[in-house]
């Protein structure tokens, strides 16, 4: 049986989510904050949880039937095959905490593994990218398509996550990145540097040992726009995945190149 999803009423929901959430950060920003550190030395803060809270209040309210993976309270996909939102209700939060501008929130849907919509909200700014599959993507009302970069050194964004045998290994991939002439941006949010590509000002970006939440609402953006999202090696890009390659047409086999077949292994043989 084939179902119908009203794309305009979803946005519209995941749109309201991401509003709330902002909000939510924006009230937060300044104050005291409680911060943990989670698995894999990630942190966490009060301000994580509270816009978590505003942006499910939401979707639960609008899609009660859907299922929900968050980062912070419910990370795993409920696996019974209904459409399920996929939501970072702070993606960057040491640029949060530093009092950076480079922190979003992001949220996408998937429908038996297919990214039918996202949206990223960046609080600061009030810039809201989103995407429809099939429709084209947008930062606020203008349509975006990604074109041929210009003249010079192609510009490619990576991540370092918090977790030491992984930032070993990422690290050794800034040094490809270099070596096979990119220059390399670290926006300290997978998101930021997704959004960044969608709109051309960087012409590629890549990470691994990330989260869903991390790649999914991005991907959606960037194919969206015209350019070309994969996983590492140039393997077909899944809502799986924890890792992505998303380039404009012209540099992505250039920098499937440059990041090696796979991820690299830490050194002593360690994944």
């Not at 049986?1 to 709330?20: G, N």
């Not at 939401?58 to 795993?76: A, C, K, Q, W």
């Not at 924890?242 to 090696?260: F, K, P």
Request: net charge negative; glycine share 12%; hydrophobic share 40%.
């Amino acid at each position: 049986m084939t179902v119908v999803f009203d794309t305009d009423r979803l946005t519209a929901t995941a749109a309201q989510a991401a509003s709330e959430a902002a909000k939510e950060l924006l009230r937060w920003r300044g104050a005291r904050l409680t911060v943990r550190a989670k698995e894999g030395d990630a942190p966490v803060s009060d301000a994580d949880l509270a816009a978590e809270h505003q942006a499910l209040a939401i979707l639960r309210m609008y899609t009660p039937d859907f299922g929900i993976v968050s980062e912070e309270s419910d990370p795993v996909a409920p696996g019974d095959g209904r459409p399920t939102w996929i939501v970072d209700p702070l993606d960057g939060t040491t640029n949060y905490l530093r009092g950076l501008p480079d922190y979003a929130v992001a949220l996408a849907l998937v429908v038996e593994g297919v990214t039918r919509l996202s949206l990223i909200r960046f609080p600061e700014s009030g810039t809201v990218f989103r995407a429809v599959a099939g429709q084209g993507a947008f930062r606020d009302e203008m349509p975006l398509r990604i074109a041929d970069p210009p003249p010079g050194r192609p510009l490619a964004g990576t991540g370092f996550g918090t977790e030491g045998v992984v930032r070993g290994r990422q690290r050794s991939v800034a040094d490809r990145l270099l070596d096979a002439g990119f220059e390399i941006r670290e926006p300290g949010s997978a998101s930021t540097g997704l959004c960044r590509v969608a709109c051309g000002a960087y012409d590629g970006y890549l990470e691994f040992g990330i989260g869903i939440w991390d790649t999914v609402p991005g991907a959606l953006l960037i194919t969206e726009a015209g350019g070309v999202v994969t996983g590492w090696g140039g393997d077909a890009f899944t809502s799986r995945h924890d890792n992505i390659v998303a380039a404009s047409r012209t540099v992505h086999r250039e920098l499937v190149e440059a990041g090696g077949s796979c991820p690299p292994v830490a050194s002593g043989g360690k994944a």
